[in-house]
């Protein structure tokens, strides 16, 4: 599989994933694969309620850690996802979301280097 097509199928199934866990999807998914990494944006991801509370410092931070935790409960499925997609072991996972624009960013570490492999 070229790499584009890994990308691809990566956000198909990430948005999956989000859908199913969470209930609802972003409005947008790009994977690119860099070295060792898989690295995930995800935009329009808060909903209208979110945007309107994290006008406030409290309501911001309340959105992060709840937004964080929801993912972190799903950590071992994300993880399953990506080492069926990409055949490699994921060594660590690294998330933040970003409140001012609804946009997640998530970042898988494999275990060997996964651009070099696709692109032999």
């Known amino acids: 599989m ?3 097509q890994l990308e691809a199928e990566i ?3 990430l948005t999956q994933w ?3 866990f969470l209930g609802r999807g972003s409005v947008t998914v790009k994977t690119d694969i860099l070295r060792d990494m898989v690295i995930v944006v995800l935009k329009g991801i808060l909903t209208p309620a979110e945007y309107k509370l994290s006008e406030t ?3 911001l931070l309340s959105i992060k850690k709840i937004r964080g ?3 972190e409960v799903g950590r ?3 993880g399953g996802i990506i080492t069926e ?3 490699e072991e994921v060594i660590s996972f690294h998330t933040d979301i970003s409140t001012r624009n609804g946009e997640r960013v998530m ?3 494999l275990t060997s280097d996964l651009e070099k492999k696709i692109m032999l």
Do not use: Y
Request: aromatic fraction near 4%.
């Open 2 to 4: 070229k790499k584009g």
């Open 11 to 13: 956000s198909r199934a």
């Open 18 to 20: 989000e859908k199913d």
């Open 57 to 59: 410092l409290e309501g």
């Open 69 to 71: 935790n929801l993912v």
């Open 76 to 78: 071992d499925k994300l």
């Open 85 to 87: 997609q990409t055949g």
């Open 107 to 109: 970042i898988f570490k």
